[in-house]
């Protein structure tokens, strides 16, 4: 059973950064791909990013592509995401998720509880 700990959400105005983290126990990290996903106010789960167990391989979703980026340190049990000029329409509760690679909620079995973020116009 794999425990995940999101942080670092928070209020911040347009433009700018923020770098969510989510911390890993309970399970061998690497042995898991590792997703984010989002969720606004009376919206979907949507997919954000995801990264490889390895690290080499990452997916972006269209609307972060180039603002966005995944990483991840298996010697931390950690995975990342940099978020850089951010929007308002942005602003959601974030999740981190361990599963099989891949952009579709299904495919991940292990979810944080989510950490809020704020976009302020």
């Known amino acids: 059973q794999v425990q995940l700990v999101e942080s670092g959400g928070g209020l911040v105005q347009a433009g700018g950064s923020l770098r969510l983290s989510c911390a890993a126990s309970g399970g061998t990290f690497s042995s898991y791909a590792m997703g984010w996903f989002r969720q606004a106010p009376g919206k979907e789960r949507e997919f954000v990013a995801a990264?490889?167990?390895?690290?080499?391989?990452?997916i972006y979703a269209d609307s972060v592509k180039g603002r966005f980026t995944i990483s991840r340190d298996n010697a931390k049990n950690t995975v990342y995401l940099q978020m850089n000029s951010l929007k308002p329409e942005n602003t959601a509760v974030y999740y981190c998720?361990?599963?099989?690679?891949?952009?579709?909620?299904?495919?991940?079995?292990?979810w944080g509880q989510g950490t809020q973020v704020t976009v302020s116009s």
């Open positions: 990264i490889s167990r390895g690290g080499i391989g990452t």
């Open positions: 998720a361990a599963g099989k690679y891949g952009s579709t909620r299904r495919l991940y079995d292990y």
